[in-house]
């Protein structure tokens, strides 16, 4: 791992720097921005004030969007494990119906 470098970050108006590796800077860039705009998104709809609040009820809702995610994923590898058995029975039954292979 790179030795750790200083990146400017600005979320809700303020500028953090914060220090990482080179290889995750693209990262923590992308992941600043993603951050900012659920914070301006709360911010725009009026229903939440306080920095603090803001801050507590993005974090919920990006929470919220990562476990909606992780189901789906956990959804769809446990149908193509499902897939995957039903096509290694498929497999197995028609090669059992195979004759044997004769010796040379």
């Known amino acids: 791992m790179s030795q750790a470098i200083p990146v ?10 914060v220090a990482c ?3 995750e800077r693209s990262l923590l860039l992308a992941s600043a921005q993603y951050l900012n705009e659920k914070l301006q ?14 801050v507590v009820v993005s974090a919920l809702n990006i929470i919220h969007e ?14 193509l494990d499902a897939s995957v058995e039903r096509l290694n ?3 197995a039954g028609a090669l059992s119906e195979l004759p044997p292979l004769a010796a040379k």
């Open 8 to 17: 400017n970050l600005h979320i809700l108006d303020k500028d953090y720097v």
């Open 21 to 23: 590796p080179e290889e």
């Open 41 to 54: 998104e709360v911010r725009v709809s009026g229903k939440v004030v306080g920095s603090e609040r803001m």
């Open 66 to 79: 990562y476990f909606q995610y992780k189901q789906r994923q956990e959804e769809h590898i446990t149908s």
């Open 89 to 91: 029975e498929r497999l």
